[in-house]
């Protein structure tokens, strides 16, 4: 009953704030754009229309989490509710767990609402007799993608946000961490194994979701976003028994 009523807490309010409806539709605005563009580039190629959703769809799925996210604990820090977290005795996971996933169901709204705007332009966007390969499979996959992905940057997110007192800071940096740390690491496995991890290295998550959207399951792309999401939800627990423990706002 605790982490359900501080999951609705944290999501009505993520909804209220500056960090959700506004930064939604700013994400689907410009996710739309580029899946309008994407449809132009594909006119006479064989590229199916669930991996042409879900790359329009993944560019933006970053940006929407470091937003959501940077809410976190860094409002909390700016209006002394931290230390009222603190006081209580409602375990660290649950506090954690409740903003982790209103980000998280903040960024499945993004990808439903690209869902229908993909339906919409595309109808809009291609002749009346045209038509692009394309299943249910491919969208169920790529969404399957996009949760693992979105779930592991909410979790960055939030583990950030309780070291920043600003949360213009916590936002620059979570987006940076979730754009550069994939490809840093794809690129530091290509060279320990002496082999290309990806074939896209400076977008292997964005590749991931082109993959599943063509029913190509990367198993290891989909199992290290899960893991990721586990550690950095644990090691955004333990600091915040950390903290609380120190008693301190840093």
Excluded at 39 to 64: C, D, H, I, K, M
Aim: proline content about 4%.
């Amino acid at each position: 009953m605790v982490f359900w009523t501080i999951l609705r807490r944290e999501a009505f309010q993520l909804v209220r704030s500056v960090h959700g409806l506004a930064p939604l539709f700013l994400a689907l605005a410009g996710a739309g754009g580029l899946f309008v563009w994407l449809l132009n580039r594909a006119e006479g190629s064989a590229t199916a229309l669930p991996a042409l959703w879900g790359l329009a769809t993944a560019f933006g799925l970053p940006f929407l989490a470091a937003v959501a996210a940077s809410r976190g604990f860094t409002q909390d820090r700016e209006v002394g509710m931290l230390r009222l977290m603190f006081a209580t005795p409602v375990r660290a996971r649950w506090w954690v767990l409740g903003k982790v996933l209103a980000a998280w169901l903040l960024c499945m709204l993004y990808v439903a609402g690209m869902g229908v705007t993909c339906w919409v332009l595309a109808r809009w966007a291609l002749p009346a007799d045209a038509s692009l390969p394309g299943s249910w499979l491919g969208f169920a996959l790529a969404v399957a993608a996009l949760a693992a992905q979105a779930l592991l940057w909410c979790g960055v997110g939030t583990l950030v946000s309780l070291f920043f007192r600003s949360s213009a800071s916590t936002f620059l940096i979570s987006l940076l961490t979730c754009l550069l740390a994939p490809p840093a690491l794809c690129m530091t496995l290509s060279m320990t194994f002496g082999r290309p991890i990806t074939q896209w290295p400076l977008f292997p998550l964005q590749m991931a979701v082109l993959d599943c959207a063509g029913g190509l399951v990367d198993v290891r792309a989909l199992a290290g976003c899960l893991m990721g999401a586990a550690v950095v939800t644990y090691a955004a627990g333990m600091a915040f028994d950390a903290l609380r423990l120190c008693a301190t706002e840093r």
